[in-house]
């Protein structure tokens, strides 16, 4: 008989608001209430994927007023994060199903892109979750929905960022690599004046991964996750390694599963997710006395 995971009970008497949320890893309540309860200047990364426009049963929102619902959590994020912190944000677009658009895609993804850079949040990067085995739509006159936007969204001018965490292996083999080492000549130069040492190419222990994050879909609902749009692991952990530092604070927002919580303690960071629905807060306190989050690991496409 397995055993039946600790439920986490935060201590009133924790000296502050961050002690309970970290010892509860996953808390139940409405976000927009507990990230005010931070403080200011104290996390250094939110990752999150919300709920997306008009999409979940649980959780509705029309895409008409999707920026309008999303900002007031936007600004609490903003309020409590390092200057050198991020947001990163996993969000879909969507066909409208009824309205003037219907039949179109809603353009709710990039009026909020937008509408959070006006707010201050600095839009560093844009991110393609590649999905090899996303589920085939019904929205025709279209192609399979295949990958998702994730966004990285700075609070100032120099966010945490570690490339060499997510660096992977060079595609030359080790004869290539010491070849390149011993060229003389190695310095090329194109037509429009540019160019590269190639014996410097293979010095950095890995390859720039580039910004297309490739990683299977998993549909582990159906093994107790007990959520219905589930996040895989090596999503999660891509952004994690990139955009905190080790020991830092990784908050989610809309914690679900609590795919954020058992990825980023599991790389040595504090973290703590926020969830509305009592289910999910259920399913992922056992998730994090288990330590599993996902079992299907990412990887990054590169080109070249």
Do not use: C
Not at 18 to 26: E, H, I, P, R, T
Not at 133 to 155: C, I, L, M, Q, W
Not at 241 to 265: C, E, H, K, Q, W
């Amino acid at each position: 008989m397995s055993k039946s995971p600790r439920i986490p009970t935060p201590d009133p008497e924790a000296n502050t608001r961050l002690a309970a949320f970290l010892d509860a890893g996953v808390f139940e309540g409405d976000s927009l209430n507990l990230i005010p309860q931070l403080d200011a200047s104290s996390v250094d990364l939110f990752f999150t994927s919300p709920p997306y426009a008009d999409q979940r049963a649980y959780s509705r929102i029309n895409p008409d007023r999707y920026v309008e619902w999303f900002l007031p959590f936007a600004r609490a994020m903003y309020d409590v994060t390092s200057e050198t912190g991020s947001l990163v944000l996993n969000i879909k677009n969507r066909v409208a199903n009824r309205g003037p658009l219907k039949g179109q895609r809603h353009p709710y993804v990039y009026q909020l892109v937008i509408a959070l850079q006006h707010m201050g949040w600095r839009w560093v990067e844009t991110y393609i979750w590649a999905k090899p085995n996303a589920v085939p739509g019904r929205f025709g006159p279209r192609t399979k929905d295949s990958f998702e936007y994730v966004y990285h969204f700075a609070r100032g001018s120099k966010p945490h960022f570690d490339l060499d965490a997510v660096r992977v292996p060079y595609k030359a083999d080790a004869a290539e690599i010491a070849r390149r080492k011993l060229d003389q000549l190695g310095r090329r130069t194109t037509e429009a004046g540019f160019g590269r040492d190639r014996t410097k190419t293979y010095l950095l222990g890995g390859a720039d991964p580039g910004n297309v994050v490739s990683v299977g879909q998993t549909y582990n609902q159906h093994k107790g996750v007990a959520h219905t749009a589930a996040m895989p692991e090596g999503l999660a952990e891509f952004f994690i390694r990139s955009m905190s530092p080790a020991n830092g604070l990784v908050i989610d927002p809309f914690a679900g599963g609590g795919t954020t919580v058992v990825v980023a303690r599991r790389l040595g960071r504090r973290a703590a997710g926020f969830e509305l629905h009592s289910d999910f807060v259920t399913a992922a306190w056992r998730r994090i006395a288990e330590d599993v989050a996902d079992d299907v690991p990412g990887y990054v496409h590169t080109v070249g």
